[in-house]
């Protein structure tokens, strides 16, 4: 089944290096959300789109993370100058409908280790 | 954020019901009351949802206190497989994220 797909599913970087992480949702869901998972903590939601643009990005913890969705598909989420404190499980979610209903789909995650 | 009190663990045997309790005395009229669990390894999976009434389907049922001010997740025969934290959120009107808190995490023996 076509599930919301991650990709790389790990990623070994080393500090100071740029990152991106892809995230291909299930055909014809609109919305789509970021969130990171450390060890022993629930998901931390980063930043949600509607179609292409950035409906709500308040998670994202500093400019040194960015998103793009640029044709209302897949999405990247692009982390510069990587810290050790970004390792993480980095989770994308897709959603037919945005309303307070709707049910997110996950994927499996991509883990972030910086060194 | 409206907030969700949920145990830290819970601990249950094969075969037998479990209930997960869920505190949200902030909840306002709109907001729904959201279940997923995440399976070790595995991204978060949504379990059942509510607003006013109860809630049953293939995974769960969801009882929810006429107040609106509590809700409780039951499992009607826990299997290894069920073993995960599972977390409640209120999914409030207008705002697009779900926001998790630290769940409860759920250890079923054999």
């Known amino acids: 089944g076509a599930g919301v797909s991650q990709t790389p599913s790990n990623k070994v970087t080393e500090k100071g290096k740029y990152v991106e992480l892809r995230c291909d949702p299930i055909s014809g869901h609109t919305a789509l959300y970021w969130y990171r998972q450390s060890l022993g903590q629930g998901p931390e939601f980063l930043i949600y789109?509607?179609?292409?643009?950035?409906?709500?990005d308040s998670g994202l913890p500093n400019d040194r993370f960015f998103a793009v969705r640029p044709e209302g598909s897949v999405s990247t989420l692009k982390i510069q100058r990587t810290e050790r404190g970004d390792s993480a499980v980095y989770l994308c979610a897709s959603s037919l409908t945005s309303g307070p209903a709707g049910e997110l789909f996950f994927g499996e995650g991509s883990r972030l280790t910086v060194l | 954020d409206a907030k969700t009190t949920q145990p830290n663990s819970m601990e249950s045997n094969e075969e037998e019901p479990v209930h997960l309790p869920c505190n949200h005395s902030t909840i306002s009229g709109t907001d729904y009351i959201h279940w997923y669990r995440q399976l070790p390894s595995q991204g978060p999976e949504y379990v059942i949802h509510g607003l006013t009434s109860n809630v049953n389907n293939r995974m769960a049922s969801l009882a929810i206190a006429e107040d609106r001010k509590s809700s409780t997740l039951i499992l009607h025969r826990a299997t290894l497989r069920d073993a995960a934290v599972y977390y409640c959120i209120l999914r409030i009107q207008g705002a697009q994220k779900l926001v998790f808190g630290q769940g409860t995490r759920l250890t079923i023996n054999p």
């Open positions: 789109f509607q179609g292409t643009g950035a409906a709500d």
